[in-house]
């Protein structure tokens, strides 16, 4: 059996040990639930609603959630299905997020991957360049784009993705650091193996565990950051919608119409929850401390 064999069959079973200890975990499999069900409800629920989500239902301005009329969540201000837009919003703030985590992981790794591997003066500019940018406000980015560009949704995207890779570049860095001096990579050196080989068979592989403890954590931020600026009339505009838009017009009507905030917020506080519960779990399953 060749050490090859050897290492993936290792890897396998590690995995497995991963998955087994995630799903032992009750509050992590119930958020995992949860937040399935919502996904489902944003994908399907708008498809079979009678109504879209930017038609006026003119016998039904403001009206409270009702059974009869059909309106589950109640209306807004301009007689708009508050379910069908929480679902939309749903389906926007999510993957918003999904989009640029995935951008904020794919350049987070590969640069925190090859400064840590390259090391040395090399090592020392590309993180003094993340400093830097840790150092610039993430509403003065955006502020910036949205001078420079007018308001539109691709703007959320560019000011999360300009910020967010920069901690999985550090935490990525450091691992590699560590990864750099074990045996199997020095064998790879040996071989004679290029630095992009040993980067992408043996590093990157190596930095998964983390990589997707860190995605469940980033998706909640960048969820967070879109409600916040679409809160603030920076973020997603009309007549597209977000939790963050749904949750800005709720605050308006707080006192006349309370289901406006409520949905939508209930919504948005489970999804966060149960990514941050899933998350957790999936720290615990990854940690080597608690293998068997």
């Given at each position: 059996m060749t050490t090859e064999t050897i290492n993936i069959k290792k890897s396998r079973s590690a995995y497995d040990?991963?998955?087994?200890?995630?799903?032992?975990?009750?509050?992590?499999?119930?958020?995992?639930?949860?937040?399935?069900?919502i996904i489902i409800l944003a994908i399907c629920a708008p498809i079979f609603s009678k109504y879209g989500f930017d038609e006026i239902d003119w016998n039904a301005f403001s009206a409270p959630p009702s059974l009869a009329s059909g309106h589950l969540f109640g209306t807004d201000t301009s007689g708009r299905d508050l379910f069908?837009?929480?679902?939309?919003?749903?389906?926007?703030?999510?993957?918003?997020?999904?989009?640029?985590?995935?951008?904020?992981?794919?350049?987070?790794?590969?640069?925190?991957?090859?400064?840590?591997?390259?090391?040395?003066?090399?090592?020392?500019?590309?993180m003094r360049i993340v400093d830097v940018l840790y150092a610039l406000p993430f509403m003065f980015i955006v502020i910036l784009l949205t001078v420079i560009f007018g308001k539109h949704i691709w703007l959320i995207f560019m000011g999360v993705g300009a910020v967010e890779w920069l901690t999985m570049a550090r935490i990525v860095r450091s691992q590699t650091m560590a990864l750099k001096e074990r045996e199997f990579i020095e064998a790879a050196h040996a071989i004679g193996a290029s630095k992009s080989r040993i980067l992408i068979r043996h590093i990157i592989p190596n930095l998964l565990g983390i990589v997707i403890v860190y995605a469940t954590l980033?998706?909640?931020?960048?969820?967070?950051?879109?409600?916040?600026?679409?809160?603030?009339?920076?973020?997603?505009?009309?007549?597209l919608t977000s939790w963050?838009?749904?949750?800005?017009?709720?605050?308006?009507?707080?006192?006349?119409?309370?289901?406006?905030?409520?949905?939508?917020?209930?919504?948005?506080?489970?999804?966060?929850?149960?990514?941050?519960?899933?998350?957790?779990?999936?720290?615990?399953?990854?940690?080597?401390?608690g293998r068997e």
């Amino acid at each position: 059996m060749t050490t090859e064999t050897i290492n993936i069959k290792k890897s396998r079973s590690a995995y497995d040990d991963a998955k087994r200890r995630f799903l032992a975990n009750r509050a992590a499999v119930a958020a995992l639930f949860i937040l399935i069900t919502i996904i489902i409800l944003a994908i399907c629920a708008p498809i079979f609603s009678k109504y879209g989500f930017d038609e006026i239902d003119w016998n039904a301005f403001s009206a409270p959630p009702s059974l009869a009329s059909g309106h589950l969540f109640g209306t807004d201000t301009s007689g708009r299905d508050l379910f069908v837009r929480t679902m939309v919003g749903a389906r926007l703030s999510m993957s918003l997020a999904l989009l640029a985590t995935f951008v904020a992981l794919l350049i987070g790794v590969t640069y925190g991957a090859i400064a840590g591997l390259l090391g040395g003066y090399v090592d020392q500019l590309m993180m003094r360049i993340v400093d830097v940018l840790y150092a610039l406000p993430f509403m003065f980015i955006v502020i910036l784009l949205t001078v420079i560009f007018g308001k539109h949704i691709w703007l959320i995207f560019m000011g999360v993705g300009a910020v967010e890779w920069l901690t999985m570049a550090r935490i990525v860095r450091s691992q590699t650091m560590a990864l750099k001096e074990r045996e199997f990579i020095e064998a790879a050196h040996a071989i004679g193996a290029s630095k992009s080989r040993i980067l992408i068979r043996h590093i990157i592989p190596n930095l998964l565990g983390i990589v997707i403890v860190y995605a469940t954590l980033t998706v909640p931020q960048v969820i967070m950051a879109e409600s916040f600026l679409s809160f603030l009339g920076l973020g997603v505009q009309e007549p597209l919608t977000s939790w963050g838009v749904l949750i800005k017009e709720g605050a308006t009507e707080i006192e006349t119409s309370k289901w406006l905030l409520i949905y939508p917020g209930l919504f948005l506080a489970t999804t966060l929850f149960s990514l941050n519960y899933i998350g957790d779990g999936l720290r615990d399953a990854f940690d080597p401390r608690g293998r068997e």
